[in-house]
């Protein structure tokens, strides 16, 4: 192994560029806010795709004739597949980030457009949505890597706020193609094909231009950019033997009890999050009404969900800016989660009010959305900073870690709430005989009486349709005049059709209605253990890196200050300045 100092300075130019990413300098602020605004524009398009399916999940559920149960399965494995390939990503200490990214979103923009559209089968769909999930594990954890290189401290709220965005605005962008082009194109594999050509053409504006640090500029710390000179300069003198002793047992470095704790406490904390990207739609359209009795269709579901997703947008943006300029995580984790518990119960004590009415939802998941994004944009940056204060050089194993539980938790909550939430399969099985809700009142109000004669002489009945109406025989005929009545028996030869269309829909009716009486209590259940992990989220804050006061977190950016403009003195690197 060399022991050589390495050179800084030497950029890949050309067709090598598509390949050779590296960036042997650290870059100036628009070359880094560029690389930054890929990272940020790719992971939103990213989990857009992956989002896709959600916004017309009951569309999905009845063309591929696959039950609740099944479809929520799906999610189950695909995120423990990504559960597993985050543990994958935190390779990208070794071999780095920016090709992973890009090669993970061609592959995902390609599944996404050609594949999904054309299957026939839930198995085929199953396993497509399964390698989304593959792949989108990996760069989970490859993408906010390349974040943290690109941001020194002082900007990461900011800068992570932005990534975070990524699985937000892909829910938003979900909502909103959904709600806008689902009126005019019906089917759900329009909303996979519309999201894979958008995948595809910003997968091929990352391979042309995203870039990444090189291996002796991330793997250092830096507090601001006033720290760029001092990393580069420090960067000459590190060998090849240097870096591979700070990625050594990366595992053993990263395994440490405040990371642990703290990525399955934002877990447990985001539990309401997981289950409005999979479950609103369809939760929301089993279980609130309209003034007309009617449920809401699954386009007004999505417009509630647009309202959601653009308040957290913008509260991940400006709580990061904030956090940034106060120089602290802690208060706004903790304000977050405080709000979080508050409209989660409140939330819990509107599932038995069907008629909420269409804004006053809007407006209880606004505010959830808002505090959810105050806590968890800060987070984010505290935690890459509580992994930098173990190395700054196994970001992406840190990283990994949180991906892993994150993921894990995902798997066993999608699990569990078809068992906590029994009646939905039911619901979205019979919801498109919902539509037959008003011809099935309308008969039965107007011949009741005979509709209940005929269902108690159903075996009578049923042997006189055997025989033409001429060819009855005179007992048969008897009987039935005298048990049923000649003017019912004429009333029901009548209404013959209508029996037989109450016959076919009454069922899936009543298994209708009986579903949605016990919906509301079975997803109050859920939301109390949502209520529960937003609880455990606020101890954990304790343990995470950084100051409550942003008084004393000034102090310590002065002393870092200090000491850089020490060691910079010591290298010859400040004006008029000689090694010491």
Known sequence: MTTAPITIGDVHGGWRRLWHRELEAYPGTWPRIG??????????????????????????????????TFYLYISVVSAAFGAFTSLIGGLSDRIGRANIIVAGSVVVALIVLVGVPNVTTKWSYAVLLVAVGFVEGIILVATPALVRDFSPQVGRAQAMGFWTLGPVAGSLIVAIVATNTLPHLHTWQSQFRIAGWVGLGFSFIALLFLRELSPVIRDQLMVTARDKVLVEARARGMTDEDIAQALSHPWRQMLKPDLIGSAFAVSTFLLVYFAAVGFFVIYLTTTFQNSDGTFLTTAQANGIQQWMWAFNCGALVVVGFVSDRLRVRKPFMAVGALGTIATIAVWISWAHAPHTSYYELVTLVSLMAVFLGIAYGPWMASYTETVEDHNPALQATGLAVWGWIIRAVVAVSTLIVPI?????????????????????????????????????????????????????????????????????????????????????????????????????????????????????????????????????????EQEHERLVSEEMAKMGLLPGAGPA
Not at 37 to 52: N, S
Not at 438 to 454: D, F, H, M, S, T
Not at 484 to 497: D, R, V
């Open 420 to 556: 906590v939430v029994t009646s939905v399969t039911t619901i979205v099985n019979n919801s498109p005989y919902a539509a037959q809700a008003p011809r099935a009142l309308a008969i039965e109000k107007q011949y009741g009486p005979v509709i209940a004669v005929a269902q108690k002489n159903s075996a009578l009945l049923s042997e006189l349709s055997k025989y033409p109406s001429s060819a009855i025989p005179p007992a048969l005929l008897s009987q039935a005049i005298n048990q049923i009545g000649l003017q019912n028996l004429l009333t029901i030869q009548k209404i013959a059709p209508d029996l037989q269309f109450l016959s076919q829909v009454g069922p899936h009716l009543q298994a209708l209605q009986s579903s949605v009486a016990k919906a509301p209590s079975q997803w109050q259940h859920w939301w109390w253990v949502d209520l529960g992990g937003a609880v455990l989220f606020i101890p954990f804050i304790f343990v995470m890196r950084g100051r409550w006061s942003p008084k004393k977190a000034r102090q310590d």
């Open 35 to 68: 690389n930054l605004a890929i990272v940020v524009v790719t992971t939103i398009v990213l989990y857009y795709e992956a989002y896709a399916g959600a916004g017309v999940g009951p569309l999905i559920i009845g063309g591929l004739h696959m039950s609740f």
